[in-house]
């Protein structure tokens, strides 16, 4: 049994809702997690409370939201294991880290340099940044493909991470395939070759720890949105000595020192780069968000999917004309999972390890009509091409549908969604 206790779902009140009459059953969390009272809370006290600019006011109560503000990028830094707050900056969501960094990068990292590597497995967000930098500066964006069991070919990498390589951009998990991406390895490889590394941690921030320092990640990337936190914050992580030499991304209040009619010198960091009123109570609300998730237990939370995960997909492949994305190709894992059964098939049969992000298909079905037939059960799901559209292109399919898991994800909601799934499919094949 997962060792989530339900003390923990309770503290989502949008759990409690039902949708066309039903329990709502939510499966999206890969799209946007639901929030716990307490960030809810952080957010509307802020506001109740504390609402004031930050930085600028010499009164008590801005002076109050700039320590609650600053306090939240302290918090931050602490749980990805920074150096010090000065090298978190607050963005909008991962999205707008991706583009600062890829608009900002110096000059010098792409000195005798020729390529970018991104890989096939890419969020739309941390590709088309890349393809944009790749034609401006006349670079290469090469792509590192899957291997043959789905995870991300660790070979093909090696071969195309040599000394022309400018940056890496790598998920740490795939929002499709769940694949779990092995950072500190791959941050290794690539520092080899004095190639910079970028890590998408929107889908691993609340499931996996990550430790900036330790694994020497250049930068990462997350939304707060897809940590229990609100929507229109993000964080950007980057080394401090990169930080330095970029150039801010965008221009205005609170990032300059000083200005004259013609110059300005800018701030120090973050607040470099956190030009204009930021989102001051999304901001807070985000550092209640990492308490939260610090209250469970990062461990915790990866055991409690590991649990659903394994559950979840040998209940799909009984589905007739049922496929996983990514799993179905070849490979030792993949024909033991074909079976129906997750355990190893030999000693030498490396385990399986997805996060809590599956994706699937049903021969001769369309994903929405059967996320529509979900959704009259109060099941949410989603559908569609997930942002990923060159990695479905690759495995030769245009859509899916894909089921993402959270602290609040229980085994009957599962049971729940197994059932209206298989009532569902026998409907669509009438
Ligand atoms: C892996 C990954 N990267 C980036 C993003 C973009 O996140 P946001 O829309 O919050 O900027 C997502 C969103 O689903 C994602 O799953």
Not at 57 to 75: D, N, P, R
Not at 212 to 221: A, C, G
Not at 353 to 381: K, N, Y
Request: net charge positive; aromatic share 6%.
């Amino acid at each position: 049994m997962p060792k989530i206790s339900l003390k923990i779902r309770e503290q989502f009140p949008i759990l409690k809702k039902k949708m066309h009459g039903k329990p709502l059953v939510y499966l999206d969390n890969g799209a946007t997690t639901q929030k716990p009272q307490r960030v809810i809370n952080a957010e509307k006290e802020f506001y109740e409370t504390t609402n004031a600019n930050i930085h600028r006011g010499v009164y008590e109560l801005s002076e109050k939201a700039t320590a609650q503000y600053e306090s939240a990028h302290e918090k931050v830094a602490s749980f990805i294991g920074a150096e010090s707050f000065k090298e978190i900056v607050f963005t909008k969501n991962t999205t707008e880290a991706i583009n600062l960094v890829a608009s900002s990068l110096p000059n010098e990292i792409f000195r005798d340099k020729k390529k970018i590597l991104v890989t096939i497995m890419e969020h739309h967000s941390n590709l088309l940044p890349w393809q944009r930098l790749a034609r401006e500066r006349g670079l290469v964006l090469e792509f590192v493909e899957l291997a043959q069991d789905g995870n991300l070919d660790l070979v093909d990498l090696k071969n195309k991470l040599n000394n022309q390589v400018a940056i890496l951009a790598v998920t740490h998990v795939s929002n499709v395939l769940g694949t779990v991406n092995p950072i500190d390895r791959i941050v290794k490889m690539a520092h080899k070759v004095n190639a910079l590394v970028l890590v998408d941690s929107a889908q691993s921030i609340a499931r996996l720890p990550i430790n900036v320092k330790k694994n020497k990640v250049d930068f990462l990337v997350f939304s707060g949105h897809k940590m229990y936190g609100p929507l229109g914050i993000g964080v950007l992580y980057g080394r401090r000595e990169l930080l330095e030499k970029m150039e801010p991304f965008m221009l205005g209040g609170d990032m300059v020192t000083t200005v004259t009619r013609k110059s300005a010198t800018w701030n120090n960091l973050p607040w470099k780069f956190e030009a204009g009123t930021p989102n001051i109570a999304g901001g807070v609300a985000l550092g209640m968000a990492v308490d939260f998730i610090k209250s469970v237990g990062i461990p915790s939370i990866w055991q409690h999917e590991q649990e659903l995960v394994e559950y979840v997909i040998s209940k799909l492949l009984e589905i007739e004309g049922l496929v996983i994305v990514g799993l179905e190709n070849v490979g030792e894992h993949l024909s033991v999972l074909s079976r129906g059964r997750t355990q190893r098939s030999s000693p030498t049969t490396k385990p399986l390890i997805r996060a809590g992000v599956i994706s699937f298909t049903v021969d001769g079905i369309h994903s929405h009509d059967l996320v529509t037939l979900l959704d009259a059960e109060g099941i949410a799901v989603r559908a569609g091409h997930h942002c990923v559209q060159p990695l479905l292109t690759t495995l030769g399919i245009k859509e899916c549908t894909r089921i993402s898991f959270s602290v609040t994800t229980t085994l009957e909601e599962l049971d729940r969604f197994i059932t209206v799934l298989g009532e569902s499919v026998k409907i669509l094949k009438r």
